[in-house]
C-alpha cells in the first residue's frame, strides 16, 4: 500500500522568501514522487517527478525537490516565492507498474505582498 | 494542441438522478484515469483503462459507480441513483502509455457535481 502525508495544510510566505512544502510518503514498492499544482479552476499541472534517477529533481517555474529515502521524504522548495506561486499544491505517490496515483490531501501556497 | 477535456464543466443533479461525465483525452493516448476530488481533500483515483479495457478499477467506491471507453478514446463515468456524498470534483486524466506511473498524467479540468 502506498500513502502520502502532507504537513501543514495551508503555508503563507512573503513574496521573496524561500517556499518549503512538505511530504512524507510511505510505500512497499520503490515509489516514483511526484509535485502537482493546482491553480483555481484549472486542472492539475505537473511540476517536477521522480523516477529513480538523481535524487534532486528541478521542475518548472523554479520549483525543486529532493528524495531521501531514509527519511521518507520529498518536500518541495523554491528559493524566491513570487506572487504567481499562489496555489494549491499536491504530492503523489506511484509505484512501478502500478497506474494510479495517491495523492496527499494538499497544500494551500498564500504569497504576502 | 488540445489537451484533456471534459464536459460539462459544472452539473448540478437531485439525489437519486442518473449523470454521465464526459472525459476526450490526449490523442493517441491509451491510457485514460478518473479521479474525485472532494472539498478540501487530494484526488482519489477511481479507475483506469488501457484502450478499451478497464486495468484497474478498485478505486470505484460502489456498484453505483461505472465508466466506460468503448471505442479506447473518450470515456464515460456513469453515476447511478446519485447521493448528495457524490459532490465533488471528477477529474480526469491521460497519459501516452499505461505501463508505469512514470508516464506523465495529463490532467483535464474537471467536471463539479453538485447533487442537491
Known amino acids: 500500500a502506498q500513502s502520502v502525508t502532507q504537513l501543514g495544510s495551508h503555508v503563507s510566505v512573503s513574496e521573496g522568501a524561500l517556499v518549503l512544502l512538505r511530504c512524507n510518503y510511505s510505500?512497499?514498492?520503490?515509489?516514483?514522487l511526484f509535485w502537482y499544482v493546482q491553480y483555481p479552476n484549472q486542472g492539475l499541472q505537473l511540476l517536477l517527478k521522480?523516477?529513480?534517477?538523481?535524487?534532486l529533481v528541478k521542475g518548472i517555474n523554479g520549483f525543486e525537490a529532493e528524495f531521501k529515502k531514509s527519511e521518507t521524504s520529498f518536500h518541495l522548495t523554491k528559493p524566491s516565492a513570487h506572487m504567481s506561486d499562489a496555489a494549491e499544491y499536491f504530492c503523489?505517490?506511484?509505484?512501478?507498474?502500478?497506474?494510479?496515483?495517491?495523492f496527499g490531501q494538499g497544500t494551500r501556497l498564500t504569497i504576502n505582498p | 494542441g488540445a489537451g484533456v477535456s471534459q464536459t460539462p464543466s459544472n452539473k448540478v443533479t437531485e439525489k437519486g438522478k442518473y449523470v454521465e461525465l464526459r472525459c476526450d483525452p490526449i490523442?493517441?493516448?491509451?491510457?485514460l484515469y478518473w479521479y474525485r476530488q472532494s472539498l478540501g481533500q487530494g484526488p482519489e483515483f477511481l479507475i483506469y483503462?488501457?484502450?478499451?479495457?478497464?486495468a484497474d478499477d478498485s478505486g470505484l467506491p460502489n456498484d453505483r459507480f461505472f465508466a466506460v471507453r468503448p471505442e479506447g478514446s473518450v470515456s464515460t463515468l456513469k453515476i447511478q441513483r446519485t447521493e448528495r456524498g457524490d459532490s465533488a470534483v471528477y477529474l480526469c486524466?491521460?497519459?501516452?502509455w499505461g505501463g508505469g506511473a512514470y508516464n506523465e498524467q495529463f490532467f483535464g479540468p474537471g467536471t463539479r457535481l453538485t447533487v442537491l
Open positions: 486524466a491521460s497519459s501516452a
Open positions: 510505500s512497499s514498492v520503490p515509489p516514483y
Open positions: 521522480y523516477t529513480s534517477a538523481a535524487t
Open positions: 503523489a505517490v506511484g509505484g512501478q507498474g502500478a497506474q494510479k496515483l495517491v
Open positions: 490523442s493517441g493516448h491509451t491510457a
Open positions: 483503462f488501457q484502450g478499451t479495457g478497464a
